[in-house]
């Protein structure tokens, strides 16, 4: 292996181990979500190497048609000060669940230029039209992501078919 192999090996470690660590976060806000009776799915945007926004679910804590945990995590990262869109085209957002086309549009027209995703066995998103549009899309395949919402959608079968009802039990690119 040349130099260069072996710090390409090394920075794509240290990618992971970010990776993780910005992933654990977002698990974070989806169990914040849980503890307030909502869908556990959470997110956190990230700009060179720091959160900047953080958010999760709050569909039926604030009976919300559009607080998903993605656009919650955009939401509040101008809480503070606003983003610029050069902010953004430096941003990434880590979320627990594929998102939807919603989110992945919010994705779009702000050019983040990635998502990593933690898991997308329990319901798939619109990830197609973030490739589609040129968005890198990454999949952790978290087996905490999937279970805590498994364990939400098996306790709350009502709540997860009615909110799954609304949107024809489709959440890909229509
Ligand atoms: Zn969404």
Redesign the pocket.
Known sequence: MNYKVIIGVFMDKITEIDDNYFMNEAIYEAKKSLNEGGIPIGAVLVKNGEIVGRGHNKLIQNNSAIL????DAIENANKDARLTGEDYKKSTLYTTLS??????GAVILYNIPKVVIGENKTLL?AEKLLKTNGVEVISLNNPECKELLERYIKENPETWKKELEKVDNN?TTK
């Open positions: 998903h945990g993605e656009l998102p939807c086309p919603m989110c992945s998103g959440t």
